[in-house]
C-alpha cells in the first residue's frame, strides 16, 4: 500500500519532484555593485549617505578605497578576510536586497544590487586568503 501512495504521489506532484528533493540547491549569486543607506556622524550631525559595495566573481570585495577577499561557504554565512583573518557574517539574500548582521556589524546593514560588478584596478591585487597565508 505504502509503494502504491508513493507511485501516486509522484503521478500527482510530477517526475521533478523526486529530483527537487535529492538535488542539491543552486547557491544564489552575490556577486555585483550593491549600495547601501549609511548614517555618518560629524560635528555637524548626523546624515545618511549612500555607500557602494562592489562583491566581484574573482573573491574580491570593494568598499570606499578598502579591497578584502569574501568567501561564502554557506547561504546564510559570509565571510570577509579582515586584517589576515576571516570575520564571519550573518547573510540574508532575497532577490536584489541583501542582509547583513553579526561579525563586527553593531546593527545590520541593507544592501540593494543596483547593476553588475565593476572590475577592480589591474593595479590592485586581490587580498590573500588567510587560511593559506603562514
Given at each position: 500500500m505504502r509503494i502504491r501512495s508513493f507511485v501516486l504521489a509522484l503521478a500527482v506532484l510530477g517526475p521533478g519532484a523526486l529530483?527537487?528533493?535529492t538535488a542539491p540547491k543552486p547557491k544564489a549569486d552575490i556577486t555585483g555593485t550593491w549600495q547601501a543607506k549609511v548614517k555618518e556622524k560629524s560635528k555637524e550631525?548626523?546624515?545618511t549617505v549612500m555607500k557602494?559595495?562592489?562583491?566581484?566573481a574573482d573573491s574580491s570585495a570593494s568598499y570606499e578605497k578598502e579591497t578584502v577577499r569574501w568567501r561564502w561557504p554557506a547561504p546564510?554565512?559570509?565571510w570577509l578576510a579582515l586584517?589576515?583573518?576571516w570575520e564571519k557574517f550573518k547573510v540574508d539574500?532575497?532577490?536584489?536586497?541583501?542582509?547583513?548582521?553579526?561579525g563586527d556589524l553593531q546593527e545590520p546593514i541593507s544592501l540593494k544590487r543596483v547593476g553588475p560588478p565593476k572590475p577592480r584596478a589591474a593595479d590592485v591585487p586581490v587580498p590573500p586568503d588567510p587560511d593559506t597565508q603562514q
Open positions: 529530483v527537487a528533493q550631525g548626523s546624515r557602494e559595495v562592489v562583491v566581484r546564510t554565512s559570509l586584517g589576515g583573518e539574500l532575497k532577490g536584489d536586497k541583501l542582509t547583513l548582521s553579526e
